[in-house]
C-alpha cells in the first residue's frame, strides 16, 4: 500500500522532494511557526532544504528500502501540505507528520501563517 500522497477536498498531501525548500523556507524560518516545534528557524533556503532531508527525505530513503519503526509503523508518514487551489496551489505550506520512533504515534504539524484558521491542520491529520 502506498502512503506517498494522499487527496482531501481542499489539500494533497505528498512526500516532500529537496526542490520544496524555498517553498518549505517561507513557514521553517518563521518564528511564530517554530516556536512550539523542537527545531530551530531556518536561517536560509540552504537549511530549509537540509532540514527537509534530514526529518523527510532520508525517512523517505529508509521506508523504501524496506526500513519500518517500531510496532512495524511506516516510516514514511510525513507529508507536505499543499493546498489544492489558491496563490499556493501544489506547493508546501506546511508539514504534517507520525512519529514512528515510539508506540505514541505522535502526531505533529506546522503551518505558514497565511493558512492558519482555516481548518487546513485538522484537515491533514485527519487524513
Known sequence: MSHHKI????????????????????????????????WFCAQDVDEATAFLDTHFLSWYRRADAGE????????????????REGEHAGEPVGLVNISARTDAFDLGYALAPEAWHQGLASEAAGA
Open 7 to 38: 487527496e482531501t477536498a481542499r489539500l494533497v498531501l505528498r512526500r516532500f522532494a529537496e526542490q520544496d525548500g524555498p517553498a518549505a523556507f517561507r513557514f521553517l524560518s518563521d518564528e511564530r511557526v517554530m516556536h512550539f516545534l523542537p
Open 68 to 83: 519500518r519503526g517500531e510496532l512495524g509503523m511506516p516510516l514514511d508518514l510525513r507529508y507536505a501540505i499543499c493546498p
